[in-house]
């Protein structure tokens, strides 16, 4: 992990400011999950198990293998069945494998892959760039998204909105303000890997044709941008009850980490590597996916009620999407003033989610 989130990772206790503000503060039980946790960061750490921090480059790696082979093989399927009643199956499941691919990266950018710092880059930068995420540009704003979780004005991912401007930066710019001046080489570096694979793809639409390269890869891409936007921002939003938001002095680390959400995926939790094992996930980013489970299984005890059980899931989750659409109703924005504050609902944009119904 980046040196400078060592300091952030004090644990998180202190004084609960004043005045939060909007939406209930907390279910009706009389648990206020705006107030400092009981327990620091080192509690919580001792009480996972040491071999969950231990990362295997050669499983990590295996999991690689066996997602480029699915894909491979569902794409030979689809182009030889060629059917118009296969290719919506096939679309629901490479867009679905290319989501795996992104977790794999994404486990690249964080060092949860493995300890070998170049391995997590060429893999990173190979799974990101086959599937056009810039490497870096992601790797980078994704780790201040982590670092400032929960925090109104610093967090880079889904933040809320208020009634102030919001924020804007380019993944792929070298001088993009989501960046630091050293961080340019790094950024030239991904986007240029990005252009290298857009030049793949115009080569191969001219080969095989438009409608063919729309029908192999950009559906199946689209798919995937959903379950990128729809797992993220249901990690951080859409639960019965009302989380917070913090600014200014009532933020941690910890207690940011704590907003987040586990979700549970059903059959699909396996494939694309256990991602909804969240909250231990967003405080303890260094462990591998595959020990996230045991983590947080071995983590309940000390998190207690800050710790939300997921709903549990049939085979497919489609039970999110009600707490999808739970959540777009009622969470609009949040005050532009209070260092605890919850999301407020918009009279007008309710109104016209109600006239929809």
């Known amino acids: 992990a980046p040196a400078r989130l060592a300091t952030a990772e004090d644990d998180g206790s202190g004084s609960r400011a004043a005045g939060a503000q909007g939406g209930d503060e907390g279910p009706a039980d009389g648990f206020d999950p705006g107030a400092p946790p009981p327990f620091g960061l080192a509690d919580i750490r001792a009480a996972i198990p040491k071999h969950c921090w231990v990362k295997d480059p050669w499983r990590s790696m295996g999991y690689v293998v066996r997602d480029v082979v699915v894909v491979l093989a569902l794409a030979a399927a689809a182009a030889r069945l060629d059917s118009w009643l296969a290719w919506p199956v096939y679309w629901a499941a490479q867009g679905t494998m290319f989501w795996a691919l992104f977790v794999l990266g994404h486990d690249c950018g964080h060092g949860s892959f493995s300890n070998n710092a170049k391995l997590n880059s060429v893999v990173g930068h190979i799974l990101h760039s086959s599937i056009l995420v810039p490497y870096n540009g992601w790797r980078i704003s994704h780790r201040t998204h982590h670092q400032n979780h929960g925090h109104v004005e610093n967090d880079e991912s889904w933040h809320p909105w208020s009634r102030s401007p919001g924020k804007s930066g380019s993944h792929f710019h070298p001088s993009s303000d989501l960046f630091q001046p050293n961080e340019k080489k790094d950024i030239v570096t991904s986007t240029t890997c990005w252009l290298a694979m857009a030049g793949l793809l115009a080569g191969l639409t001219v080969v095989m044709g438009p409608l063919q390269i729309l029908k192999l890869y950009a559906v199946p891409y689209w798919i995937f941008v959903m379950w990128l936007d729809f797992v993220t921002y249901l990690h951080h939003h859409g639960h019965n009850d009302k989380l ?106 309710a109104a016209g989610a109600h006239t929809s119904d």
């Not at 979700?263 to 303890?284: A, E, P, Q, S």
């Not at 497919?316 to 949040?334: C, N, Q």
């Open 244 to 349: 917070p938001w913090y600014r200014g002095k009532a933020w941690s680390y910890l207690r940011g980490g704590l907003t987040t959400l586990d979700r549970d995926y059903g059959w699909l939790n396996k494939i694309h590597h256990d991602i909804g094992t969240h909250v231990i996930h967003h405080l303890f980013p260094q462990i591998p996916h595959y020990h996230l489970v045991e983590a947080t299984e071995a983590a309940k005890p000390v998190l207690g009620k800050y710790y939300r059980e997921p709903d549990k899931s049939g085979p497919f989750p489609f039970h999110l999407f009600g707490a999808l659409a739970r959540s777009m109703k009622s969470d609009h924005y949040v005050s532009d003033t209070g260092d605890i504050i919850y999301y407020q609902t918009d009279p007008k944009l």
